[in-house]
């Protein structure tokens, strides 16, 4: 069985996510005994894509770059992607750029946040994100969600329930030592206790709602560590600064207060990064999985997430699950974990048996490899 799975977003000014789910979902079909053939799909680049999102299996380019390719395959329905890599028995879309139907078709949908918060996103990506909507709802035969909320996002959207199959994603397992972390910790000249949060800069994000709840905290004996890279629309101007003490940072000295912006870093320094954190806050205001948390969860972190959303599906009950639209809310669950170190604790080895127990790469790959079985016939 020979599978092509788009993999452009690995190219992406900000990949985000779902890069990160697609390589995952890649990387976990080819630790199985007898991996499909996968070949990737990508436009034209001049450039290899940089890490941590180099592919793991030879990638094909289509000879146009990103944006003819993207406008030919949502208005023109071409080019066909196997004049890149040849036939195959199924295509996987792995984002939201959905090539025409030369093959039987699966389309993964990550979350449909435009039809939640369309002000949230650029009018251009409103309409790439609607166009992308319609040609799977009228072409895919099978379409991949990685929770139970985005599969129930689908069927308000007008997919059938009989094409949906729920696919999670999984992390690596692999626990950061206390050592390295503690190491990575001082590299970055972090207080000895942190609250962290990982992510893109923008507006689902819901940054404005922690940066809020840590003011109303005002504590002065740890930090609120920001990792990840500037997305768009995050409302925060240049506050955030890049790295060191931001400039919101700066503006609550009076207090004592510091706000870290570290920006992107590494995965292994991220890993790291969560393992050494006394919490790990991820408020989004809608997620179509939250892979930050259950990576925090891998490393035994204890986390404060949204009961809305995946999130919660994720976290389940080793998560203290709040409100993102009250601050008061997110600083009250921020001080209780705080102020009790061993109920963190309880709640951070809770979360990683949860991890290991229901979120593995063998249950993405068995049912990944169930929906390509299903498109191949």
């Given at each position: 069985m020979r599978v092509a799975i788009t993999l452009?977003?690995?190219?992406?000014?900000?990949?985000?996510?779902?890069?990160?789910?697609?390589?995952?979902?890649?990387?976990?079909?080819?630790?199985?005994?007898?991996?499909?053939?996968?070949?990737?799909?990508?436009?034209?680049?001049?450039?290899?894509?940089?890490?941590?999102?180099?592919?793991?299996?030879?990638?094909?380019?289509?000879?146009?770059?990103?944006?003819?390719?993207?406008?030919?395959?949502?208005?023109?329905?071409?080019?066909?992607?196997?004049?890149?890599?040849?036939?195959?028995?199924?295509?996987?879309?792995?984002?939201m750029a959905v090539p025409p139907r030369t093959a039987p078709l699966a389309v993964t949908v990550n979350d449909l946040a435009f039809l939640r918060h369309p002000d949230h996103f650029t009018p251009r990506g409103v309409r790439f994100f609607a166009r992308s909507l319609d040609l799977t709802r009228t072409e895919a035969d099978l379409v991949v969600c990685p929770s139970q909320h985005t599969a129930d996002d689908c069927a308000r959207a007008g997919i059938d329930g009989d094409r949906v199959r729920l696919v999670p994603y999984w992390a690596d397992d692999r626990l950061v030592s206390l050592g390295e972390a503690d190491e990575v910790r001082?590299?970055?000249?972090?207080?000895?206790?942190?609250?962290?949060?990982?992510?893109?800069?923008?507006?689902?994000?819901?940054?404005?709602?922690?940066?809020?709840?840590?003011?109303?905290?005002?504590?002065?004996?740890?930090?609120?560590?920001?990792?990840?890279?500037?997305?768009?629309?995050?409302?925060?101007?240049?506050?955030?600064?890049?790295?060191?003490?931001?400039g919101l940072g700066a503006s609550l000295g009076s207090s004592g207060q510091s706000v870290r912006r570290l920006g992107f870093v590494a995965e292994a320094d991220k890993r790291a990064l969560m393992r050494a954190a006394a919490v790990v806050c991820f408020p989004s205001l809608t997620e179509g999985f939250g892979l930050p948390v259950l990576e925090a969860m891998?490393?035994?972190?204890?986390?404060?997430?949204?009961?809305?959303?995946?999130?919660?599906?994720?976290?389940?009950?080793?998560?203290?699950?709040?409100?993102?639209?009250?601050?008061?809310?997110?600083?009250?669950?921020?001080?209780?974990?705080?102020?009790?170190?061993?109920?963190?604790?309880?709640?951070?080895?809770?979360?990683?048996e949860r991890a290991l127990a229901e979120f593995t790469w063998q249950r993405t790959a068995s049912g990944l490899l169930d929906v390509y079985r299903e498109l191949a016939g």
């Open positions: 452009e977003q690995c190219w992406h000014r900000v990949p985000g996510g779902t890069a990160t789910a697609a390589l995952g979902c890649v990387e976990a079909l080819g630790r199985l005994p007898a991996p499909p053939e996968m070949v990737g799909v990508s436009a034209w680049h001049r450039n290899p894509a940089g890490e941590p999102f180099v592919p793991g299996i030879s990638v094909e380019a289509v000879r146009l770059p990103r944006a003819a390719l993207y406008w030919g395959w949502h208005q023109m329905r071409r080019p066909s992607l196997e004049r890149a890599v040849g036939p195959v028995d199924a295509i996987h879309a792995t984002g001082r590299r970055f000249g972090l207080a000895d206790r942190f609250v962290l949060w990982v992510g893109t800069a923008e507006p689902r994000k819901n940054l404005a709602g922690l940066l809020e709840a840590w003011r109303m905290l005002g504590r002065t004996a740890e930090d609120l560590v920001l990792v990840g890279p500037k997305g768009w629309k995050s409302g925060l101007g240049g506050e955030l600064g890049s790295s060191g003490q931001s891998v490393q035994g972190a204890p986390v404060v997430t949204s009961a809305v959303g995946a999130t919660a599906e994720v976290a389940g009950p080793t998560g203290v699950l709040v409100d993102p639209s009250r601050s008061q809310e997110i600083a009250e669950a921020l001080a209780g974990l705080l102020d009790d170190p061993d109920d963190a604790a309880r709640l951070g080895k809770q979360g990683r």
